[in-house]
């Protein structure tokens, strides 16, 4: 295991006849040179291959309740101790942690810790899980790896917060280490991942088959519903059927409210009646567990048998408020299961938000 550092080599990269060296993480499939760096801002190469400059290093850790995430059928009411790195593969226009995703400056990564560290500290404050979020964790893939491994030695699950932009070998080597997923489904067109990400929707889908039908990880899904861009009926329609068919009825689904920010600021908030539209329209199509986030929605935030329609888990926010499953995740009306990972009982984190300080610890 790699000991915490500034630069380390990396695998998934070759080199092209005109002597610059392609990063095959991704799709973006960036071209460098010596000394350039990628999109992703961390990949650089250096002495002819392709390095991550920013192994070992964080721009910060924090606990979280789990549907946070959003992860609202993994371990729910449990703590998950999250934290980033900096840059990012794609350049989403409404990115909400664009201060991070977008950082081009070192001192964001303030905080230092190795894969144990971060494992056994997890650990001592209570944490059933650690999440790699705020920016996605594919592009410090070789970190993310490496304190899975430790985390689980420890007994403690692994979240991973992410676009699903990612080639298939390291789309491979990295869910074999995770225990749940989130994958940001950001739209359902083209046009939008291009003009709006800079990036492709194919790869997403396939990430999110890939998922469904060659892992074992828990994944939910979550779209932000921006006005104009991806919220009109067709869009919604197509995106829950291709869910349905490809991916089943049991993946849930977030419909998040944007709020304007980095270079989307002239756009309005999206309303709760448009999430609430959004939410009917993948239940119509057939999936089960659908839900509105970013708003206080107790109807929209809250899990229910989709036998029977018994409330399974009342959520207020962050606070679980009813819990009405069995010892093995089963509606207590009517028996039927629940999809999701779940233990006997509840987690009591509720909404707190803690921040750690990793050099104090």
Not at 316 to 334: E, I, M, P, T
Not at 348 to 353: C, E, I, L
Request: charged letters at 20%.
């Amino acid at each position: 295991m790699i000991q915490a550092t500034t630069a380390v080599k990396t695998r998934y990269w070759h080199i092209l006849n005109d002597g610059r060296v392609q990063c095959d993480l991704c799709p973006r499939y960036c071209k460098l040179r010596e000394g350039q760096r990628g999109l992703c801002f961390v990949r650089m190469c250096q002495d002819g291959a392709i390095v991550l400059t920013t192994y070992g290093r964080s721009s910060g850790f924090c606990i979280d309740p789990v549907e946070k995430k959003p992860l609202n059928h993994f371990l729910p009411g449990t703590a998950v101790m999250s934290f980033g790195t900096a840059g990012c593969n794609l350049a989403c226009k409404f990115c909400q942690n664009w201060n991070i995703s977008k950082s081009r400056e070192t001192d964001t990564l303030a905080d230092v810790a190795s894969p144990q560290k971060i494992a056994r500290v997890a650990k001592d404050m209570g944490c059933h899980s650690v999440a790699f979020t705020y920016n996605d964790p594919v592009i410090f893939h070789e970190y993310a790896i490496d304190i899975a491994q430790a985390c689980h030695e420890l007994d403690i699950r692994t979240v991973a917060v992410s676009a699903g932009y990612v080639c298939a070998k390291p789309r491979q080597e990295f869910y074999a280490h995770m225990d749940a997923a989130n994958i940001d489904l950001k739209a359902f067109s083209e046009r939008f991942y291009k003009k709006i990400c800079g990036g492709e929707l194919k790869p997403v889908l396939e990430t999110l088959e890939y998922l469904k039908h060659k892992t074992n990880v828990w994944f939910e899904t979550t779209t932000l519903i921006i006005p104009g861009e991806n919220d009109s009926d067709e869009e919604l329609q197509e995106m829950t059927q291709w869910m349905v068919e490809h991916i089943g009825v049991d993946v849930p689904m977030h419909f998040s409210a944007f709020h304007p920010d980095w270079k989307m600021m002239d756009y309005p908030s999206t309303s709760e009646a448009s999430l609430s539209r959004a939410r009917d329209i993948a239940m119509g199509n057939g999936v089960r567990y659908v839900y509105t986030g970013n708003v206080r929605d107790r109807v929209g935030g809250s899990t229910y048998c989709h036998h029977c329609a018994q409330l399974l888990i009342g959520r207020d926010g962050y606070v679980l408020s009813a819990w009405n499953l069995d010892q093995q995740g089963r509606c207590k009306q009517c028996a039927t299961p629940c999809a999701g990972v779940f233990e006997p009982r509840p987690g009591t984190w509720g909404a707190r938000r803690q921040p750690v300080n990793m050099a104090a610890i």
